[in-house]
């Protein structure tokens, strides 16, 4: 319990430190925003007020624990270029990344966990030599380079969906999901081939431990100690490495997105950039990078409520 | 059971084949400082869209470019900027591991919480942070990426000088009188380099993607200059009418970031 409040505290003191860094960043370098939102051609006095107005005249620290009281009651401030809050503005669209993440971690689990132990059971025959062939091959395919192969494949030779004819969750949800399916799998491509990798060589160390050959003396099976005993022990790297993948799923969404052509998270974070939109792309990396480090923080909790030899021995 | 040797065997494939790739792709780059077969940005009505043929192996993109040409120059660019954001994230990242993990007290504190909070954001999002606020532009990526493959560096070296500077040698060499400064760079540096190549040579692979990544969204490298990522943006246009446009720009990256992380694999299992 102890370690669990240690972990809370410093994933919060992450969160805040992310957050000041952010603010840092966006308030200091890139100029005065009442100059940006007047044009070159406004009066100092026009400035004047509007920073004012803004309360770009109080003091920075003033300034950043303001903008983070706000933020914590969900007020992220308004977008320059539209007129709506970066709330309002994001709201529709974290459904949409958000569905494709899950969706190509679901791909991940359900392709890896399978392969990854029949490659280890067969270890050094011809299918296992024939994943790992194939593992270094898609581990090397950028994400957005599958999407355009997926695009080309499913897309354009087997007609299954139309490039870019992104169908919104409200008017379809079948639909939607459907469509779901070929950006969350460029996803998931890559990323599935290094889990199978990492699964099968957590197996094989594994298999050379000292209880793997007591069970086998014991006279079980290799099935039967493949998956009661070895799974178990190889579950723990794996769970680690499914959460540090949330990240990188995350950011291959802001990419992949484009190749789909859908109007998700990536989609606003890279307009709102070239716009120079600066309440919009805070919002989005901070939440992004909450959601990571909230993430990562919970699958270093469970790996303690999992493995027993932390949580007896670690302190 | 498989035997020891048949799995040596195997890793050296892995050793063979990724030096192939790699010297084969660096061979290739280097020719193109010499030698062009085309003008890479000489355009013709004629060649636009022109299957691949002998005297244009990849075909020619929608202004009638040489795509092989292309592809060269492209690889070279997006090869240039991996370098850059590895020297920048492997040469800050080194020192700042080397600090906080020989020193420790408040400095490693405070270095290492900024660290594990830069490390919450994916790279390609920090490095999109930097550009937000720097501008696009080849320059401008290289910063970006590097600064983002900061932490992954600092972590790894910290780590050793954690583990080095408890070790014999280091405490003769404070009795010889030796300074901080050459203990850390002159005596525990060499030390540290079994685990720095390979977290280079991957470094290296995940710049070559981000940069990629990054192109292909149209805020890294800038026409006129070529990248194999801006290619397969622009390929993603005429998917339909040119396919194989798309196709050997994201072969070169593949075939890139594969020779590399099998040269890795094989040098891990031959050491």
Redesign the interface.
Known sequence: MKYIGKKILTML??LL??SF??FL??TV??GDPAVAKLGTDATPEGIEMLREEMGLNRPFFVRYADWLFSMLRGDLGRSYSYEKTVGELLADKIPITAAMSLMSMVWIVLTSIPLGLYAARH??GAID?AIYALD??L???????AG??I??VFG?AFRLFV?GGYVSYNKDLGGFLYYMIFPSLSIALPKAAMTVKLLRSALIGEKKQDYARTAYSRGNSTKGVLYRHLLKNAMLPLITFLGMSF??I??GS??VE??FGIPGIGRI??TS??Q?D?PV?MGV?VG??SV??LV?GLVDILYQLLDPRIRIGGK | ??GAE?VKK?MNFNLLAGAVLTGGMLLWIAVGFFYLPYDPEAMSLELKFAGMSLSHPFGCDNYGRDIFTRVMVGARTTLAVALGTVGIGAGIGTLVGAVTGYFGGWLDEVLM??I???F??????LA??V???LGSGKYHVIWALGIAFIPSFARVVRSQYLLLREMDYVKNARILGCGHFRIMFVHILPNTLGVLVPTLMIGF?NAV?AE??MS????GVQPPDASLGRM??E??TY??TQ?IY?IFP?LA??????GL??LA?GLEAAR
């Open positions: 003191l992450t430190l992310v860094l952010v960043c966006f370098i890139p270890e050094g030599r270094q091959v581990m090397a395919v950028p994400a957005f380079f355009i192969l695009t080309l354009i490039p990240t990188d995350m950011a802001i990419v484009q190749v974070l890279l950039i070239s120079r600066y792309v990396i992004l990078a990571v480090i990562n | 059971m498989m048949t195997k919480r900024v594990d909070a830069l919450a954001f994916p790279s390609i999002l999109l942070v550009i937000s606020l692979n993607l990629a990544g292909y969204l149209g805020i397969l943006s390929a993603q998917l339909f396919p798309a994201g990256i593949v075939v890139l970031v594969l992380s099998l694999d």
